[in-house]
């Protein structure tokens, strides 16, 4: 089987710092691997993973390109990369998706109460994504991503499915050992654990953290944006480089966390691929069934919110409101944000709700490389101060960055590691967990990292703030309490009852606590 070289085409390459090269070259060795192992698998049998076409230079060259337009046989295309989401009701409604390297017909999931015992086929839908060439750099490129919609199911079960298609049947006794399983969300509250990150890419620490995090038992996962970095640039340009097979890796990579815990994901700057339309999400359209839940889910599908246990969760798209990265700003022409403070006010005024926990791409406050973006503090602050949202959730920039409880802009009460805080008295806490995979920053010259067992007392940070003209505005802050320049995580435990609150705590790649600190109502 022939193998691309490792060269970079030289339109490619100009686009591209020298760090984006070195990525790029090594994830692309990584998908050279892949490749080798792929083609020694008897009868040229197609799987989850990408082979090249003749002449192609990119990895874009994946078994989905170079297979879509011949007659495969069903029983020779095995599907790969499934993931879960929730529909908009957590307790009855379940999304699955996956990848096949060829177009298949009759596509369909099998569900029961038993691994052994699995329902008749239920239909499902293929969205086919084309790519198309870019002379000298990517050749063209057919991708088919598969989605089942489970409706009516039963609070607090656990089920067990299949996902197949005309020749591929994950009931026979060949295919059993695809079968994965999820559970629904409880029909009355209970305490119940999620996890978090933004930023992780393809590779070695990326995987590592999915496996990680799986031991928390997470009844589901939020992926705060910036997920497989296709998009290398991240502008939201057709000039940014831009290899659509990575995706192709990426599910791959995620499927054996993804499978069973729901990825619940939002857009980050290098999800925004401006080659696909609606503004650049027809890639997320094609790839994510996420909850249609009031918003725009055509135009915006990284704004979402479902209700889990005692929590209800607001997923947004930072690219509508971004200073920095201008190119989706405004996009929605301010129905995002009037929906959020619709759908904050609804879930403050539910009587089943105890917190609200908010999570995007681009940071309200942080003092790392990308710092605070000026277009989120100006649009979105006020309306989380307003309905006195519990915990935010970014990534953007490549570390683990907690605040203080922040009040108009300053710290309304300082939060040491193993503090409580309580946000209808001192303000929100706003967490940057952008250690997801992807290579990481720093902190401003001369600033330590503090973190739980290392603790460095520092009264100020100098940072800076990126305004509507795309300037930096530099500012001296007090609120950077906790900073981790290393791969890690969220996990937060949600309890119920008379007296709830959010547990939550920072894991580093290793398993080790590196910040934990509580939040409560009232208290």
Known sequence: MDLPDFGIPPQL??????????????????????????????????????????????????????????????????????????????????RISWQVPAAVRGPFVRIGLRPDELSRGIEAEVRALHTPELRGVRAALEQYYVHAALDTLRPGTTYYYGVGHEGFDPASPRHRSTIASFRTAPATPETFTFTAFGDQGVGEAAAGNEHVLLRRDPAFHLHAGDICYANV?????????????????????????????????????????????????????ARWSLPDSGFDARSTPGAYSFVYGNVGFVALDANDVSYEIPANRGHTDGRQTKWLDERLGELRAARDVDFVVVYFHHCAYSTSTHASDGGVRAEWVPLFARHQVDLVINGHNHVYERTDAVKNGEVGRQVPIGAATDPTR??????????????????????????????????????????????????????????????????VQAESGAKPRLKVSALAQSGERIDHFEVRRGG
């Open 13 to 94: 390459a100009r686009r591209m710092s020298m760090a984006e090269q070195h990525e790029y070259l090594r994830t692309k060795l990584t998908r050279r691997r892949t490749l080798v192992t792929a083609g020694a698998v008897a009868g040229g049998l197609l799987t989850g993973c990408s082979g090249p076409g003749p002449g192609m230079a990119s990895p874009t060259s994946s078994a989905s390109a170079s297979v879509s337009a011949s007659r495969v046989p069903g029983s020779a295309v095995t599907p790969f990369g499934r993931h879960l989401a929730f529909g908009a009701d957590p307790k009855t409604q379940m």
């Open 233 to 285: 640039k991240g502008l939201g340009k057709e000039s940014d480089a831009y290899d659509p097979g990575f995706w192709d890796l990426y599910l791959k990579q995620t499927e054996s966390v993804a499978r069973s815990v729901p990825w619940m994901v939002t857009t980050g700057n290098h999800d925004m691929e401006a080659w696909y339309s609606p503004e650049g999400y027809g890639g997320q359209l």
């Open 426 to 491: 001192d303000g929100i806490v706003y967490v940057t967990a952008g250690g997801g995979g992807k290579e990481l920053y720093g902190f401003p010259a001369g600033v330590e990292e503090s973190y739980e067992g290392h603790v460095t007392e520092r009264e100020s940070v100098d940072t800076f703030k990126w305004t509507r003209s795309r300037d930096t505005r530099p500012e001296s802050v007090q609120w950077s309490r906790v900073r981790y320049r290393g791969f890690s995580f969220l996990s």
